[in-house]
């Protein structure tokens, strides 16, 4: 695990501690107390105890699909996580008793945070001693507009804690788009053609949307440490804010025109729903398969290629649960070792967002022409109206972010507005020929931000 451990957010840097020419001494690392654990292990526990509330509400009604979805979607996400965490942990290859019971008994986030809580207090009594087992990390950092390379002393307890954070990371977004993106779409669309929120169905739609919005988040940061995994990524509190809201306005708009454009066709629309999904979950087998290479064997060295195959066929359904409500601001690649693109991508963005426009825009005319005024007291050309102006301003955020809170925007090629001038260029070429010689202006500009 040579990428998981934290480093500090205001390193203080020793030139003359250098060991070698270009790499400069770091401090060692802190730790922090491990809110983010907390916070999962909370949503977790949150969510799984209304939703097996819910299901015994429907049971005692006597609501048998609805109780049958509901419990579906919630074991699911559940056998997931568990899964996700014994994969980070390296559990199988352990003699943990105990873990592998508390995940049998779907607990596993529970017995992880205890254990994460007993580290951070072992560190806290400990703290100022050195420890015995220590391994140096480098990085790359941009300061005043210039790469340095650090080098920092890990402690082996430290990077024990920073696994935890990891592996809660990993949970947390299987949990949002496996588990609470379909329990939220469903629960609303219950909530529709019922024309009724009790208590226990309300509290967990908020468990996951909050869920589904923490996860998303997650999600921007997890993209750009992986891309950039060669350099120290600090992320301040205007950057996470507007990633936020650009995923919330994002995801909310989207399940919603899918709620109100399934409560309008009903069976009929699943066929255009599924085939949307099919379509983003085989998009990586196609490429892969017409590249012609070979299945990638780094992924763990005691899998076997069933058990490899297993690994990249649940990546794919993650990319592809993921996509279909938000941007997974990745482009997953099998025949790559990392299996991801590292490239900026903006013709990938681009073309996310215009398709999921288009299909939004579409969803929500039906609903205008063929929804049933049962469903909803309100006016229906001002619930499209407003839904739509949703998804267009959590683009607007998605675009600000990329051009000018992006921690690595310097690194760039080329920026939104380089991409969609080239757009623009191509769209509306030029007709006199001294136009179509680049200018000095042009050579010269480089991913101005």
């Known amino acids: 695990m040579d990428r998981v451990y934290e480093i500090p957010e205001e390193p203080s840097l020793d030139p003359i501690s250098s060991l070698e020419e270009n790499v400069i001494r770091g401090a060692n ?18 969510e799984a105890a209304s939703a097996l509330y819910v299901v015994r509400i429907y049971r005692k009604n006597s609501e048998t699909y609805w109780m049958a979805y509901t419990f579906s979607f919630f074991m699911f996400s559940s056998i997931m996580v568990q899964l996700t965490l014994i994969f980070v942990h390296r559990d199988l290859a352990k003699d943990k008793p105990l873990s592998l019971f508390m995940h049998l008994i779907l607990l596993g986030p529970v017995i992880r945070c205890l254990e994460a809580m007993i580290k951070y207090l072992t560190l806290w009594k400990k703290e100022g001693q050195e420890e015995p087992y ?3 990390t480098r990085k790359k950092m941009l300061i005043n507009g210039e790469e340095v390379l ?11 804690l920073a696994m935890h954070r990891n592996a809660y990371k990993r949970m947390s977004q299987i949990q949002a788009f496996l588990g609470s993106v379909p329990q939220l779409t469903y629960q609303l669309y219950v909530t529709l053609i019922s024309a009724e929120v009790p208590l226990g169905r309300a509290v967990l739609m908020v468990f996951s949307l909050i869920s589904v919005t923490y996860g998303a988040t997650l999600c921007n940061m997890l993209a750009i440490q992986i891309k950039y995994d060669e350099y120290k990524i600090r992320l301040g509190p205007l950057e996470v804010l507007c990633i936020t809201i650009w995923r919330t306005l994002e995801i909310t708009s989207r399940l919603m025109i899918l709620v109100l454009f399934s409560a309008t066709l009903k069976l009929k629309a699943l066929p255009f729903l599924l085939l949307n999904f099919l379509i983003i979950l085989f998009e990586p087998w196609v490429k892969f398969w017409r590249s012609g290479a070979q299945m990638p064997n780094n992924i763990e060295k005691n899998f076997s290629r069933v058990g490899t195959l297993v690994v990249l066929i649940s990546i794919t359904v993650l990319y592809a649960g993921i996509n279909f409500s938000c941007w997974s ?21 681009g073309l996310h967002y215009s398709v999921r426009l ?17 469903l909803l007291n309100y006016c229906h050309s001002l619930i499209a109206l407003q839904l ?10 998605m675009l600000l972010f990329f051009q000018y809170l992006h921690p690595l925007r310097s690194l760039f090629t080329h920026n939104v507005v380089d991409y969609l001038h080239c757009v623009c260029c191509r769209r509306h070429p030029r007709g006199r020929v001294e136009d179509l010689e680049p200018s000095v202006d042009a050579e010269t500009r480089q991913s101005i931000v």
């Open 29 to 46: 690392p802190r730790f922090t107390f491990p809110f983010g654990i907390l916070f999962s292990t909370f949503l977790y526990c949150g």
């Open 134 to 136: 220590v391994s140096l």
């Open 150 to 160: 650090i080098e920092w002393e890990v402690g082996h307890s430290i990077r024990t």
């Open 329 to 349: 601001a990745l482009q997953l690649k099998l025949a790559d070792r990392d299996l991801v693109d590292k490239g900026q991508n903006w013709g990938h963005m």
């Open 358 to 374: 288009v299909e939004n825009v579409i969803m929500v005319l039906v609903f205008k022409f063929f929804g049933v005024k049962v």
């Open 388 to 397: 739509i102006i949703a998804y267009l301003i959590s683009i607007g955020f």
